[in-house]
């Protein structure tokens, strides 16, 4: 996997493991000693790691949002989140508005996934102004799809998604990155790709809101 990551150009890894209540929820123990595992396989000229999580909009997110314990990115105030894809958690643009205002920056994982932003710019517009968006580079080249691949396209092509990240599981899924930065490149223009594959996530783990 950190081969195929190198070959993208890829510097630096973030690793997002899964926190969903009463199905994926490793203990944090478990999850640094994992990384401290894959650090020891880790090559020289293979990305570095930095830890982090994709936190599903649920009641452990929520009591965690409460507690100002939200699993971010290592040493940044920028977290990942998801929701589940057939609708939008009733309240979320104020609570993430409220984040905002505590200088934390919210990440969207995935967001042509969800059916209520599909054929709704105004509503995307509206939880972009509080939350980066984040396209999976997969579904850009057509394999989660068609409806999802429609949808990252339209965000990309709107300027509405700020930004593109490979969501490898498997090797196979490096492979399917490498189709969707093609397509970036070759609809969208070279310096699309490094904005949204460069620069964005830069400016993101830097604590700040992409454009």
């Not at 203990?27 to 000693?33: H, K």
């Not at 790691?49 to 409460?66: K, S």
């Not at 939200?70 to 589940?84: D, H, K, R």
Request: charged fraction near 25%; include cysteine; aromatic fraction near 6%.
């Amino acid at each position: 996997m950190l081969e195929g990551l190198s070959s993208l150009g890829i510097t630096e890894q973030c690793v997002t493991p899964h926190q969903k209540a009463n199905q994926y929820l490793p203990s944090w123990d478990r999850v640094t000693a994992t990384r401290a595992a894959v650090e020891l396989c880790r090559k020289p000229h293979h990305p570095t790691i930095r830890l982090g999580a994709e936190n599903m909009w649920d009641d452990v997110f929520m009591q965690r949002v409460a507690n100002d314990e939200i699993p971010s990115y290592e040493g940044t105030s920028a977290f990942l989140v998801e929701i589940p894809p057939p609708l939008l958690p009733p309240g979320m643009v104020d609570q993430l508005f409220k984040l905002r205002i505590k200088r934390m920056v919210p990440v969207l994982a995935h967001p042509e996934r969800y059916h209520p932003l599909w054929d709704n710019d105004e509503l995307a517009r509206s939880l972009r102004r509080v939350c980066a968006f984040v396209v999976d580079l997969g579904a850009v080249a057509g394999f989660h799809g068609k409806r999802e691949t429609k949808a990252a396209r339209h965000l990309l092509e709107t300027g509405i998604a700020c930004g593109v990240a490979s969501d490898a599981h498997q090797v196979g899924d490096v492979r399917q990155a490498a189709a969707g930065m093609a397509w970036i490149d070759k609809k969208l223009g070279h310096a699309a790709l490094v904005r949204l594959f460069d620069h964005a996530p830069r400016t993101i783990l830097a604590g700040e809101l992409p454009d």
